[in-house]
């Protein structure tokens, strides 16, 4: 669960406003269970909107006090930062920066100009409040990942949103060896979102194939397979949703065991949580072993997280079946 949810309230069906946003966002940051929470998603052309809403929240890094000749410096959005700072004659950790994913939503070059800026002015005493370090672009072609790779800046990491109905193998291939991710679009607010089982599958192998990590996005509120309500509003329509452990339990399986595409949609069709038995030492499935160890692998290398709209839904979940 480390770093496994990017929260996007602002997004369906949600929808949630600015504020409330970023007030969750920060909420979430001191829970119990923070752990699990990486990065806010928001809308490159709302950088501002989220700069005026959060300024009272975020860290502050006006006082503190960076020693000179700090070694073990890291670079952070492009930026070197020492490891730690001088408080007090004593070495303490900084406060931690919020995290953003931008949705690159206009012309790519006005896109990363708010962002260069929004960087820029949250960047005090080496150190960030708030920064963006990765970006999500939607793609109608594989060509178009060569165009945007040319433009984007290495200190920004890059996620490209393939079309459900894409030549996987076409854009997979745009994809190897560039350092870029892939995503793929796991459900949304009507039916017809939500990607069957078997491109699912086709969409994680041909991206393990070529070693390209993925993230996925929308619909994947609940751990286990089942159907559910589309919005959060009453009498809105159902529809079978994939499970988040199961996609990314498959995932690993793929990546660390190799199997097959039956067993792979029979994965991600699981519907019975009992099916899945999880151990301080690893989880297993039908037979199916993948130990601690691997599952830290996969994703850290390959399955990296999912955007979701609510944070709360997918801990809750957990709650109940008493794995959290």
């Known amino acids: 669960m480390k770093g ?16 409330k946003t970023v007030e969750l966002f920060a909420k979430h940051r001191a829970s119990t269970h923070s752990y699990a929470l990486a990065r806010l998603i928001l809308p490159a052309s709302r950088l501002s909107e989220f700069a005026r809403c959060a300024e009272p929240l975020l860290p502050d890094v006006s006082s503190v006090v960076v020693p000179t000749g700090a070694s073990g410096a ?3 959005a492009g930026v070197t930062v020492p490891p730690a700072a001088m408080l007090n004659g004593r070495a303490d950790a900084p406060p931690e920066p919020w995290t953003l994913s931008v949705l690159i939503d206009g012309p ?3 896109s990363l100009a708010a962002i260069d800026e929004f960087n820029r002015s949250h960047y005090k005493n080496h150190h960030y409040s708030a920064v963006v370090d990765t970006v999500e672009v939607k793609v109608a072609t594989p060509e178009a990942i060569d165009y945007a790779l040319d433009s984007l800046p290495e200190e920004l990491a890059p996620f490209f949103e393939v079309p459900q109905a894409a030549d996987l193998r076409a854009f997979a291939t745009a994809l190897a060896g560039t350092g870029a991710a892939a995503k793929i679009r796991t459900g949304g607010v009507t039916a017809e979102l939500f990607p069957t089982a078997e491109q699912v599958v086709d969409f994680l192998m041909a991206m393990n194939t070529v070693d390209v990590p993925f993230k996925a996005t929308a619909g994947l509120h609940h751990p286990f397979r089942r159907t559910a309500p589309l919005t959060y509003e009453a009498g809105s329509a ?13 995932a690993a399986m793929i ?3 190799e199997i097959d595409r039956a067993t792979a ?7 019975q949580p009992e099916s899945i038995k999880l151990a301080d030492d690893g989880v297993s499935w039908r037979g199916l072993m993948l130990t601690t160890d691997e599952i830290a692998e996969a994703r850290e290398e390959f399955a990296i997280c999912f955007g979701c709209c609510s944070f709360d839904d997918p801990i809750d979940d957990l709650r109940k079946l008493t794995i959290l």
Not at 4 to 16: K, N, S, T, V
Not at 238 to 250: E, I, K, P, W
Not at 265 to 271: C, G, I, R, S, Y
């Open 255 to 257: 990546r660390t065991l």
């Open 108 to 110: 790519l070059d006005q």
């Open 265 to 271: 949609v029979h994965l991600m069709l699981e519907h």
């Open 4 to 19: 496994l949810i990017d929260y996007a309230g602002l997004f369906p069906p949600a929808r949630l406003d600015m504020a």
């Open 238 to 250: 159902q529809c079978a949703m994939h499970g988040f452990v199961n996609l990314f339990l498959c």
């Open 74 to 76: 890291t670079a952070v």
